[in-house]
């Protein structure tokens, strides 16, 4: 069965968040919304929570490195298997080549 991956962009206040449950529940899909994992990720201490952690607190962006390889973690879930909705990322060049 071949994964879909759906990508969501747009400003803030557009829809992503409205339209996101309604394709996660008519595909099987999961969520990744990149606040919503980075928030996560630094409650469950995680390394990667850790890390983003450390520049949060100095008022710095979370890495293109960083935010990408939490989104390469998540997708290797089981949840993911059908495939994903990625809300609002890319943010960045970087970020969208990397996808």
């Known amino acids: 069965m071949r994964q879909k ?4 962009v747009g400003p803030p206040g557009c829809g992503k ?7 996660k529940e008519e595909h099987c899909l999961c969520h990744l ?3 919503d994992m980075l928030r996560a990720a630094v409650a469950a201490k995680t390394s990667l929570g850790l890390t983003a952690k450390e520049a949060i607190q100095k008022g ?3 890495s ?11 997708i290797k ?3 993911c298997e059908k495939g994903f909705i ?3 990322f ?3 060049v970087t970020q969208a080549e990397k996808v």
């Open 5 to 8: 991956r759906i990508i969501l």
């Open 17 to 23: 968040g409205t339209q996101s449950p309604i394709l």
């Open 33 to 35: 919304a990149t606040g």
């Open 60 to 62: 710095e962006l979370v």
């Open 64 to 74: 293109d490195d960083l935010v990408i390889a939490i989104i390469e973690e998540a």
């Open 77 to 79: 879930r089981p949840s």
């Open 86 to 88: 990625l809300d609002g």
């Open 90 to 92: 890319s943010r960045t």
